[in-house]
């Protein structure tokens, strides 16, 4: 059964930091492009960072780029997300997804394997 299973998600204050977790299971890890996406209210779901599966550089767009970082570990089968210099517009529930040999995509369709997600709510 495949899983991804995120966790690490709660409530920060402006310009804290969080640290979000993927747990995968149920697929070869190694072969899967992993990325982080959020949706807030009224708005549609973006792609905020991604890893190839091959390596290489990391996608972040121009929102969250020198705030958030994302990691793999292959040998833990699992991705993180650390998130710093945290905004009140970061909040949102973020989703872990993934997508099989595919290189970098920075639209959500993309993705065809999804967790349940994690809310995130920064107060001012």
């Known amino acids: 059964q495949v899983q991804l299973v995120e966790s690490g998600g709660g409530l920060a204050q402006a310009g804290g930091s969080l640290r979000l977790s993927c747990a995968t299971s149920?697929?070869?890890?190694?072969?899967?492009?992993m990325a982080w996406l959020r949706q807030a209210p009224e708005k549609e779901r973006e792609v905020v960072a991604a890893i190839p599966w091959f390596g290489g550089n990391t996608y972040y767009p121009d929102s969250v780029q020198g705030r958030f970082t994302m990691s793999r570990d292959n040998t833990k089968n699992t991705v993180y997300r650390e998130m710093s210099s945290l905004k009140p517009e970061d909040t949102a529930c973020y989703y872990c997804?993934?997508?099989?040999?595919?290189?970098?995509?920075?639209?959500?369709?993309?993705?065809?394997?999804w967790g349940m997600g994690t809310q995130v709510t920064v107060s001012s």
């Open positions: 997804a993934a997508r099989h040999l595919g290189g970098l995509a920075t639209t959500p369709t993309a993705y065809n394997v």
């Open positions: 149920g697929i070869t890890f190694s072969t899967y492009t």
